[in-house]
């Protein structure tokens, strides 16, 4: 739900009701991950999607009908082999969608109304939602922020409340999406509760350092892939706005000085496009130090080499060098700038979700690779 929220709290402020279809756990090659929501208005506005186009039209019906009875449902969706017309997915996977309501007279509105606002604002935000259990705590939600404080809860259950924003908390800090699985009165006994939570986090950054026609390129494609992008170059008649007018942020520093003084974390990625050892060595020999999902470097195998050695000699170590993408990007044959943008851009995903850089055609590796460990950007913006 929360992958469409800056439309959904455009809903809430003009008094929309609408019914909200959200992806809560898939199996197999399902298309969209849990998380993905498509929601409909009392108008039969739609948006959003929950599996890239196979089971749309049933989903849409099952959110119109959830605006007329106000009863949240779980659905499945699978391949069915008995019934070619019957609705279901065409890759084989399985999904399961939970469709709730959200009207005026929902006591869940103002809880998922604050969620929403806060995931359009690009604030790191959580919303948990009993997905299997008894009847009365289905629709229910919990807002979870990240110093810990929560509104809304599960109906009078205090201690179930406390153990789900624990629980979603420690998801949230880590930008991932999940399901729990928790006793019905918060313990780790009883009968079962299946909780989905939604996290929202800030956009994850790509630093692009070296304002070259190649970094133009790359930026436009971070912007694409749900980065927020800053061009740092020491030179300010290269790093105009006029030169990158998709960036977010343009820079003049030498990139070194900027590095140590700007925030980073798990899920920032670093392409270091100067090629000249005055930048690339200070520069390096940081950021390979740093807790960074990704650092990549252009050149060519000879630069690779040089640079090597000049890192080495500045005391960066093996297993620091090791981290190092260089020469940057996949093997794609690219010459031009938005050719190699694209071959960059394909090894972050590949390191992001676990890839192996290789074709599809002939190959027996999974076409999703499982990125429960891995940090996450918002949901939906990076895939």
């Known amino acids: 739900m929360l992958d469409i929220a800056e439309e959904l ?27 993905a929501a498509l929601a409909v208005d009392t108008g039969g506005t739609a948006v959003g999607s929950v599996s890239g186009g196979c089971v749309e039209g049933a989903v849409y019906e099952l959110c119109r009908q959830a605006l007329e009875d106000g009863e949240t449902v779980l659905e499945r969706f699978g391949y069915s082999d008995e019934d070619a017309f019957a609705v279901g997915l065409t890759c084989g996977g399985v999904i399961d969608i939970l469709v709730t309501p959200v009207r005026a007279d929902d006591p869940a509105r103002p809880v998922l109304a604050a969620a929403l606002a806060a995931a359009a604002r690009g604030e790191a935000a959580a ?62 006994c009883g009968a079962p509760l299946t909780v989905l939570v939604e996290s929202s986090v800030p956009a994850p950054r790509m630093i692009v350092f070296g304002a070259i026609d190649f970094a133009s390129a790359l930026v436009r494609v971070g912007k694409f892939l749900g980065y927020r992008v ?90 620091e060098l090791a981290r190092l993408r260089s020469p940057i990007g996949l093997d794609l ?46 949901i939906g913006s990076v895939a």
């Open 230 to 319: 800053t061009v740092c170059d020491a030179r300010p008649v290269f790093a105009t706005a006029a030169r990158f007018p998709d960036a977010d942020e343009i820079v003049v520093e030498w990139p070194h000085e900027y590095l140590e003084r700007t925030d980073v974390d798990g899920r920032t990625v670093l392409c270091v496009l100067t090629h000249d050892a005055k930048f690339d060595v200070p520069l390096l020999r940081l950021a390979l130090r740093l807790p960074v999902a990704y650092v990549g470097a252009m050149g060519s195998r000879r630069t690779h080499l040089d640079r090597d050695e000049r890192l080495r000699a500045v005391g960066v170590s093996e297993l």
């Open 127 to 188: 919303v948990a939602r009993i997905t299997e259990g008894p009847a009365g705590l289905l629709g229910r939600a919990l807002l979870v922020r990240p110093d810990g404080s929560h509104d809304g809860g599960f109906g009078g259950h205090p201690e179930l409340d406390r153990t789900v924003a624990a629980e979603a908390g420690a998801l949230l800090d880590a930008g991932r999406t999940g399901t729990l699985e928790i006793g019905a009165r918060g313990s780790r």
């Open 9 to 35: 709290n455009r809903w809430v402020e003009q008094g929309r009701d609408f019914a909200v279809a959200t992806v809560v756990a898939v199996g197999g090659s399902a298309p969209r991950q849990p998380g």
């Open 333 to 378: 044959g690219a010459r031009t700038p938005e050719e190699t943008a694209l071959s960059i851009a394909a090894e972050i995903v590949a390191c992001r979700r676990g890839g192996s850089g290789v074709p599809l055609t002939g190959a027996h590796t999974p076409i999703h690779h499982d990125t429960a460990a891995a940090p996450a950007g918002r």
